[in-house]
């Protein structure tokens, strides 16, 4: 059981370059979250999904576009990365949408971008 | 937005020493839970807590959900080596993992 997986793990970009992160997840959550962390900001939201079909700004949503494609897999898409969004990324997913019990954040590993 | 104030930001101690760290926030929370990330993985849910006063234990772990909803505690007995890494509290008002709200962690460091 893989649970969720990102990729790439790592990743340089130049300014206004773009790229997707890919993320998927084999234990039949329906829902999806992508975050960045940054340091000594914890982890904020970037955009989520709570079931397939359906996407939703979080947070911290400029500067991103997400797709669902399949209840398996939710990207994030950087169309002209800027410096400021250096961070590391991580994807999430959850049993259930709308309620916290027993239903906790299962996390990737992370994907580590530098925007120079 | 909303924040959530966890302390402290990090943390050296002797291996055996006990810990403790709490997060605090001006808004009354309904669930509050604590996760731990190891250097270069992702944050892994270690305990979470749904009812006001309720106190949780998951081995040398104990947390609890503070009596006016504004605050969390996790304690840890006995630090062993592998205690290393970064605790996050988090805080959820509504029932929708949307709203989850994340501390900006403790960084512990256990010295053998």
Not at chain 1, 83 to 90: D, G, H, I, L, R
Not at chain 2, 38 to 57: F, H, M, Q, R, W
Not at chain 2, 60 to 68: E, N, S, V
Request: net charge positive; aromatic share 10%; glycine share 10%.
């Amino acid at each position: 059981n893989a649970g969720v997986t990102q990729t790439p793990k790592f990743q340089v970009l130049k300014t206004g370059q773009s790229m997707t992160l890919q993320c998927a997840q084999d234990m039949n959550h329906n829902s999806m979250y992508w975050y960045r962390q940054d340091p000594g900001m914890g982890l904020r939201l970037i955009y989520y999904s709570a079931s397939e079909g359906t996407t939703d700004k979080g947070e911290v949503p400029n500067g991103y576009n997400v797709s669902r494609l399949n209840k398996r897999e939710f990207s994030l898409r950087l169309e002209s990365a800027a410096p400021s969004q250096t961070s590391v990324y991580f994807c999430a997913s959850s049993e259930a949408w709308g309620r916290a019990y027993n239903s906790p954040l299962h996390f990737g590993n992370g994907t580590r971008l530098t925007v120079t | 937005g909303q924040q959530l104030n966890q302390s402290p930001q990090s943390m050296f101690i002797q291996e055996g020493e006990d810990v403790s760290m709490n997060c605090t926030s001006s808004s009354i929370f309904n669930t509050w839970l604590w996760y731990k990330q190891d250097p270069g993985e992702g944050p892994v849910l270690l305990i979470a807590l749904y009812k006001a006063g309720e106190l949780t234990s998951n081995g040398r772990l104990t947390a609890q959900f503070g009596i006016t909803r504004k605050d969390s505690f996790l304690n840890i007995s006995a630090s062993i080596p592998s205690d290393v890494g970064i605790y996050f509290c988090a805080g959820l008002r509504g029932g929708s993992q949307g709203n989850l709200i994340f501390g900006k962690g403790t960084k512990l460091s256990v010295k053998p």
